[in-house]
């Protein structure tokens, strides 16, 4: 984000949102083929940020595996599956 | 967007930030009416924008406190089976309402979190559900008083309950949630209230997340607004809960809870 904002503070054209927010998949591409759109990076910031609770899900379940405790591994599972099901279904 | 818009964005961020920070609020609470009667931001932008901040915020407060192993996690993650949940349909519900009556809505729940700032001061219980007698036992060092404090949790699926009703809110609205489930953990569960607020501020980073993309496939994130704002808040949550440490004050809240008041009419009356 904060690259993202620098960028657009350094440009010198106009910054031109899109008319829709752009899918994920798009602003991965943008980014490798190594261009540097102010607002696809700050979108990908953005991306960042919002799965970072989907990670600390991950890392807790991880967490509970390596304790040995099954439920709440599945515990932490079920919650994951649902912010995945979340995340494809509004993405689709 | 102007180099103005641009620091007004940053400095609101940092100044709503703190005061949430400091009233253990988050910074949705206030960065919204801010979005929306500063910058007259669709409402739904302004929600979307407060949930990315109540991400950044709970990302940033959570590791801090799970490697202090003040998090309760297993009590965190059973709750955080119902918030999902609730903020999925809080999400889903906000996107087939206007912002109008979003808005009214809103200004309801600013009414609601006045009344429970006061409320909260005269019924925090001090004294914890012993281990043995719950479940999920846990216990952490209390670094201001040096000492470990253990702890069970009874009656969990009474704040499953609150917890639903959290999450909901946090879709529908963009608010963190733990105005609510902070004091439903202490008074209901009889966790400490230390304990009961780490737990809650791991919680609600997920609870956004899982409205979150729900905004985001509508298209009301506005990166140029969202990122600035974000950060500042991100910012000002650091320096609030500096504040918080030194100040303690019923005071502090009697005068917040009337800010609220205002700004609740503010907006019902926009």
Same mark, same amino acid.
């Given at each position: 984000?904060?690259?993202?904002?620098?960028?657009?503070? &350094?440009?010198?054209?106009?910054?031109?949102?899109?008319?829709?927010?752009?899918?994920?998949?798009?602003?991965?591409?943008?980014?490798?083929?190594?261009?540097?759109?102010?607002?696809?990076?700050?979108?990908?910031?953005?991306?960042?940020?919002?799965?970072?609770? &989907?990670?600390?899900?991950?890392?807790?379940?991880?967490?509970?595996?390596?304790?040995?405790?099954?439920? &709440?591994?599945?515990?932490?599972?079920?919650?994951?599956?649902?912010?995945?099901?979340?995340?494809?279904?509004?993405?689709? | 967007?102007?180099?103005?818009?641009?620091?007004? $964005?940053?400095?609101?961020?940092?100044?709503?930030?703190?005061?949430?920070? =400091? @009233? %253990?609020?988050?910074?949705?609470?206030?960065?919204?009416?801010?979005?929306?009667?500063?910058?007259?931001?669709?409402?739904?932008?302004?929600?979307?924008?407060?949930?990315?901040?109540?991400?950044?915020?709970?990302?940033? *407060?959570?590791?801090?406190?799970?490697?202090?192993?003040?998090?309760?996690?297993?009590?965190? =993650?059973? @709750?955080?089976?119902?918030?999902?949940?609730?903020?999925?349909? %809080? *999400? $889903?519900?906000?996107?087939?309402?206007?912002?109008?009556?979003?808005?009214?809505?809103?200004?309801?729940? @600013?009414?609601?979190?006045?009344?429970?700032?006061?409320?909260?001061?005269?019924?925090?219980?001090?004294?914890?559900?012993?281990?043995?007698?719950?479940?999920?036992?846990?216990?952490?060092?209390?670094?201001?008083?040096?000492?470990?404090?253990?702890?069970?949790?009874?009656?969990?699926?009474?704040?499953?309950?609150?917890?639903?009703?959290?999450?909901?809110?946090?879709?529908?609205?963009?608010?963190?949630?733990?105005?609510?489930?902070?004091?439903?953990?202490?008074?209901?569960?009889?966790?400490? $209230?230390?304990?009961?607020?780490?737990?809650?501020?791991? =919680?609600?980073?997920?609870?956004?997340?899982?409205?979150?993309?729900?905004?985001?496939?509508?298209?009301?994130?506005?990166?140029?607004?969202?990122?600035?704002?974000?950060?500042?808040?991100?910012?000002?949550?650091?320096?609030?809960?500096?504040?918080?440490?030194?100040?303690? *004050?019923?005071?502090?809240?009697?005068?917040?809870?009337?800010?609220?008041?205002?700004?609740? $009419?503010?907006?019902?009356?926009?």
């Amino acid at each position: 984000m904060v690259l993202g904002l620098a960028l657009a503070w &350094f440009s010198s054209g106009t910054l031109r949102l899109p008319n829709e927010n752009p899918r994920p998949i798009a602003v991965l591409h943008s980014l490798l083929s190594g261009s540097l759109d102010p607002v696809m990076v700050m979108f990908a910031g953005l991306l960042f940020l919002m799965l970072t609770p &989907f990670l600390r899900v991950l890392t807790a379940a991880v967490g509970f595996a390596v304790e040995k405790d099954r439920t &709440f591994v599945v515990v932490a599972l079920i919650v994951f599956a649902m912010l995945l099901a979340e995340l494809v279904l509004s993405l689709q | 967007m102007t180099a103005g818009s641009f620091f007004l $964005l940053i400095g609101g961020g940092i100044v709503t930030g703190t005061f949430g920070a =400091m @009233l %253990g609020l988050g910074g949705g609470v206030f960065l919204t009416p801010f979005l929306v009667l500063v910058f007259h931001l669709p409402m739904h932008q302004a929600i979307a924008t407060s949930i990315l901040a109540v991400i950044a915020t709970s990302s940033a *407060g959570a590791a801090m406190n799970v490697e202090r192993q003040i998090v309760n996690l297993r009590l965190g =993650m059973t @709750l955080e089976v119902a918030t999902v949940i609730g903020a999925i349909f %809080g *999400g $889903l519900t906000a996107n087939v309402l206007s912002g109008e009556v979003l808005t009214r809505v809103f200004s309801l729940l @600013l009414l609601c979190v006045s009344f429970m700032m006061i409320w909260r001061t005269r019924h925090f219980r001090g004294i914890s559900t012993p281990m043995g007698a719950g479940v999920f036992p846990a216990s952490f060092k209390d670094e201001a008083t040096g000492e470990v404090v253990s702890y069970s949790v009874a009656r969990v699926p009474w704040v499953m309950g609150v917890s639903l009703i959290a999450g909901n809110i946090s879709g529908l609205l963009g608010v963190g949630g733990g105005i609510f489930k902070v004091p439903a953990m202490n008074m209901i569960s009889g966790i400490p $209230l230390k304990a009961a607020t780490a737990t809650s501020n791991f =919680m609600i980073g997920v609870t956004a997340a899982a409205s979150a993309f729900i905004y985001f496939a509508h298209g009301h994130l506005n990166p140029l607004v969202a990122s600035p704002a974000a950060l500042g808040v991100l910012m000002g949550s650091f320096v609030g809960v500096r504040i918080n440490r030194r100040i303690k *004050g019923v005071s502090l809240s009697w005068i917040f809870a009337v800010v609220l008041c205002l700004i609740s $009419l503010k907006m019902f009356w926009r």
